[in-house]
């Protein structure tokens, strides 16, 4: 192996997170599609790599989403301390030092990337130097008492329910218009398409579900006639989601249509929602389409599928639902996550305030 290169923090490209290749796990969303650092997607050949995925998917039971971020982070890793394309694993994991780590976790904040981006990387590379420690390759991890950016409690950014319900309409609102142009009809695919996103654009606002566990949906955890969904979140824990109506009515449309361009194909793999080739459509792919339709709605670009998270909460809240009912509809495993919905929710409560206090 080559030697490891101590790079300076502020001669590293700004890049906060860079996209998945199509056809591998997707993982979270980048931070700044626009800058992209080098996918050093041979770090899972490393042999103390390979055994630090298959500890986190079997002993601490994480979710393959989980898993492919950790082998990002990781890769990412490897990409700065030795950025030679020659340097191929395995990789000399003794090499890094403390000064290294601290360059690679400034170079995101120079890069000006969100605090939680640099904050998920130091906790990443923290876990996985603690587990090359337990396993004997190591004595010291350099990680070990760095500390990330301070936690910033900004409240979340949402949508006001008349942004959400012209977004929700979006799809099928195009799909008239195209068809009332078509004089030969459209292409079924297209219409799937339109179709799909008009449901999976209700689904995530009427679960409240995160954008990775909503994409890996099947339909034997959907149950139609009774309106819940079985949600596979974190630590693979498992929740019920409510299906509203319109997501009811929505899904069923699309399921219907798949059913029609790939006979067979539910019974074979399950799969809820599809891609235009009858594969799976995965995360990235909602987050690309999320785009097409806000734009369509005139909504700021900026919104996100986790956004659309965020919203959801805070339209219960506003509605009177109790914080308890939210976090465990949320898949919240500690309340105080959820307590930051209370702020955003501050208008009801001046709204009551206004109604029912003497000197308002």
């Known amino acids: 192996m080559g030697t490891t290169r101590a790079v300076r923090a502020d001669s590293w490209p700004d890049a906060c997170d860079y996209d998945v290749p199509e056809g591998t796990l997707e993982v979270r969303t980048a931070v700044s599609e626009a800058s992209v650092l080098p996918v050093r997607s041979q770090a899972a050949a490393d042999p103390w790599v390979a055994r630090f995925l298959a500890h986190l998917a079997a002993e601490r039971n994480l979710s393959g989403h989980t898993v492919a971020g950790y082998l990002q982070d990781v890769g990412q890793f490897t990409a700065f301390v030795w950025p030679g394309e020659a340097e191929l694993p395995p990789y000399r994991w003794a090499s890094p030092d403390r000064t290294l780590a601290r360059q690679f976790l400034v170079a995101f904040h120079r890069a000006g990337c969100a605090p939680a981006t640099t904050r998920r990387k130091l906790a990443a ?144 793999d399950g799969v809820l929602f599809r891609n235009l080739q009858g594969g799976v459509l995965t995360p990235r792919s909602i987050e690309r389409n999320l785009k097409h339709w806000l734009a369509a709605a005139g909504l700021p670009p900026a919104i996100t599928p986790h956004k659309l998270r965020h919203s959801f909460a805070t339209h219960l809240l506003n509605a009177g639902a109790d914080l308890r009912s939210v976090q465990e509809l949320l898949g919240h495993a500690s309340l105080s996550t959820t307590q930051i919905y209370t702020h955003v929710s501050i208008e009801r409560l001046k709204a009551v305030y206004r109604k029912a206090h003497p000197r308002a």
Request: aromatic letters at 6%.
């Open 125 to 268: 590379l923290r876990t996985f130097y603690r587990f090359l420690i337990r396993e004997g390759l190591l004595g010291k991890n350099p990680f070990s008492g760095l500390r990330g950016p301070r936690r910033t409690h900004g409240l979340p950014v949402v949508l006001n329910e008349g942004q959400v319900a012209s977004l929700l309409a979006a799809p099928l609102r195009e799909l008239d218009t195209l068809q009332a142009r078509a004089a030969g009809g459209m292409p079924p695919e297209a219409v799937y398409a339109r179709l799909r996103d008009a449901a999976l654009l209700e689904v995530l606002y009427s679960t409240g579900g995160r954008v990775a566990e909503v994409a890996e949906l099947r339909i034997d955890r959907v149950d139609l006639a009774g309106g819940v969904a079985r949600l596979h979140g974190k630590g693979r824990k498992e929740r019920l989601s409510v299906l509203g109506r319109p997501a009811r009515a929505a899904l069923g449309r699309a399921l219907e249509f798949a059913d029609r361009l790939w006979p067979n194909a539910a019974a074979r």
